[in-house]
């Protein structure tokens, strides 16, 4: 089984709409983050938790929202979804202990908004 | 705005052949610089990290060169294979308050490298 898991990984819906993603892990790690990924512009941040009362933006949290339900628990929401959030959606986990832990990654979620 | 800057935005190779890819950063309070790999289908996974103390780090084929008074880091992949084809991302972290530690990503070279 993998160590984090994103459901759905393919999800097709109408503008307007409100969309979940959710993901979980069994690293027993601390930090969980949301990214996308869009061609030619990389990973940018949206959303990170460094623990389950601690909820950050990042650099692109407009239109977007989080919920962390648990430590294992992380959960990206699109209120009111709109074409130009169509991208490739990535969870992440890191350890809090040592200065330069890892992220680890999902498989990520292909979310097309038509 | 914190960025880095990653070139070429794609690059194909022949079989044992050498895959330079490059990044520049303007932020002098980054200390990591992480690269990470993404096969199709699948997340980013770390593949190698320097910090700015050394010039140079080595892992098997793959190889990163820093240099600080430049602010560049390059990532060599030295007798590329097929099974090397996938996405590279630089990335930096810095560390100064309210930094939250957090990664910034270079937009990414995708490799292809011929049999």
Redesign the interface.
């Known amino acids: 089984d993998a160590d984090?898991t994103q459901t759905p990984r393919n999800r097709i819906t109408k503008t307007g709409k409100r969309i979940m993603l959710e993901c979980s892990q069994t690293k027993g790690h601390d930090r969980m983050y949301w990214y996308r990924q869009d061609p030619?512009?990389?990973?940018?941040?949206i959303y990170?938790s460094?623990d389950v009362k601690d909820i950050?933006k990042?650099?692109i949290s407009d239109g977007y929202s989080v919920s962390r339900q648990a430590q294992a628990k992380f959960s990206l929401s699109l209120e009111s979804a709109i074409p130009n959030q169509t991208a490739l959606y990535?969870c992440?986990t890191s350890a809090r202990t040592g200065?330069?832990q890892?992220?680890?990654?999902?498989?990520?979620t292909r979310l097309s908004i038509l | 705005?914190q960025q880095v800057k990653?070139s070429p935005?794609s690059l194909i190779v022949q079989k044992g052949g050498i895959s330079i890819i490059n990044c520049a950063y303007e932020n002098t309070a980054f200390d990591?610089f992480?690269w990470y790999q993404q096969f199709p289908?699948?997340?980013?996974?770390?593949l190698i990290?320097i910090?700015p103390d050394v010039s140079e780090k080595k892992e098997g084929r793959f190889t990163i060169s820093f240099n600080k008074s430049a602010k560049q880091f390059s990532l060599h992949i030295m007798d590329s294979q097929p099974g090397d084809s996938a996405t590279y991302?630089c990335a930096a972290?810095a560390d100064f308050r309210g930094s939250?530690r957090?990664?910034t990503?270079?937009?990414?070279t995708q490799l292809t490298v011929l049999p």
């Open positions: 984090v030619g512009l990389g990973l940018r941040l990170y460094f950050n990042g650099e990535f992440a200065s330069n890892p992220q680890h990654f999902g498989d990520g | 705005q990653q935005q990591y992480p289908g699948k997340g980013p996974a770390l990290a910090r991302f972290r939250a957090q990664l990503f270079g937009s990414g």
